[in-house]
């Protein structure tokens, strides 16, 4: 069955920066666009990254210039490089695989990992 495993969150002061890892098994990796999301206590998961199955990212505006998603096929993992944090991206965030190659729908979720940053 599919697995998403996240790892990477932790506590940090503003300014500081963190690298998410997601790792994904039971499906072909390679072939399917990954995503991550983020959900704040009171608030909406939001989308932050994707990255379609040829490494064709895109991020959120909130993010833009201070994230980068990327991807190790031979590893099957997508990373999440945050830079610049601000207590505003404190939040859970989740690793979601795509429906097909290219981002357009997502299924699955992994169990999150907590980012805090502290102003």
């Known amino acids: 069955q599919v697995q998403l495993v996240e790892s990477g969150g932790g506590s940090v002061q503003a300014g500081g920066s963190l690298r998410l890892s997601c790792v994904g098994s039971g499906y072909n990796f390679s072939r399917t666009c990954m995503a991550w999301f983020r959900q704040a206590p009171g608030k909406e998961r939001e989308r932050v990254a994707t990255i379609d199955f040829d490494g064709t990212p895109t991020h959120a505006r909130a993010v833009k210039d201070r994230f980068i998603i990327s991807r190790d096929n031979a590893k099957n993992t997508v990373y999440l490089q945050m830079n610049s944090l601000k207590p505003e991206d404190s939040a859970m965030y989740y690793c979601?695989?795509?429906?097909?190659?290219?981002?357009?729908?997502?299924?699955?979720w992994g169990h999150g990992t907590q980012v805090t940053v502290s102003s």
């Open positions: 979601r695989k795509g429906n097909s190659g290219v981002c357009y729908g997502y299924t699955d």
